[in-house]
């Protein structure tokens, strides 16, 4: 799945690819400078995404040039689930922090990723959001297929 422009591309689990949302993203949702950046939203069902209460899997990719992804996703809660876990995420192409949150109101997870380049550049940033049900966990998966060009 690829953004509108071709710059971000992801692979994500075939039952989650059924609707794509292309057109981008302002990263001000996330409490880093306003402005229209690539990203995009696949899930089974867009128009749930947003509604974390309602069971929907997905992901969401928008890369930010400007701001602290990291620092924003650190600060991120989500106190209807349970927290779970955070670690670092080491790819090929990607390196950063994962943190994950179990037992939500929708019946799953929901993952949230800060990552930079493997090169140790640190741009562009990167901010992933996965929310899953059921068994096994497409996280690592998902984050080792991105691209930003």
């Known amino acids: 799945m690829a953004?509108?422009?071709?710059?971000?591309?992801?692979?994500?689990p075939a039952s989650w690819d059924r609707e794509l949302r292309d057109s981008g993203w302002n990263p001000?949702?996330?409490g880093l400078g306003s402005g229209h950046e690539p990203g995009l939203v696949v899930a089974d069902d867009l128009a749930r995404w947003p509604d974390l209460t309602?069971?929907?899997d997905g992901?969401?990719?928008g890369v930010s040039a400007h701001g602290d992804v990291t620092a924003r996703v650190k600060?991120?809660?989500h106190s209807a689930c349970h927290y779970s876990s955070s670690r670092d995420f080491r790819g090929a192409d990607w390196h950063g922090l994962v943190r994950a949150w179990s037992g939500c109101p929708d019946g799953g997870s929901i993952t949230e990723s800060a990552?930079?380049?493997?090169g140790g550049a640190t741009e562009p940033q990167v901010y992933v959001q996965l929310r899953q049900?059921?068994?096994g966990d497409a996280t690592d998966g998902?984050?080792?297929?991105?691209r930003v060009r």
Do not use: E, K, N, Y
């Open 54 to 56: 309602a069971p929907v």
């Open 3 to 12: 953004d509108a422009g071709g710059r971000v591309s992801v692979r994500v």
């Open 59 to 61: 992901v969401f990719v």
């Open 115 to 118: 990552l930079v380049p493997a």
């Open 133 to 135: 049900r059921g068994d």
């Open 142 to 146: 998902v984050l080792r297929s991105l």
């Open 75 to 77: 600060a991120l809660a």
């Open 28 to 30: 001000r949702v996330l």
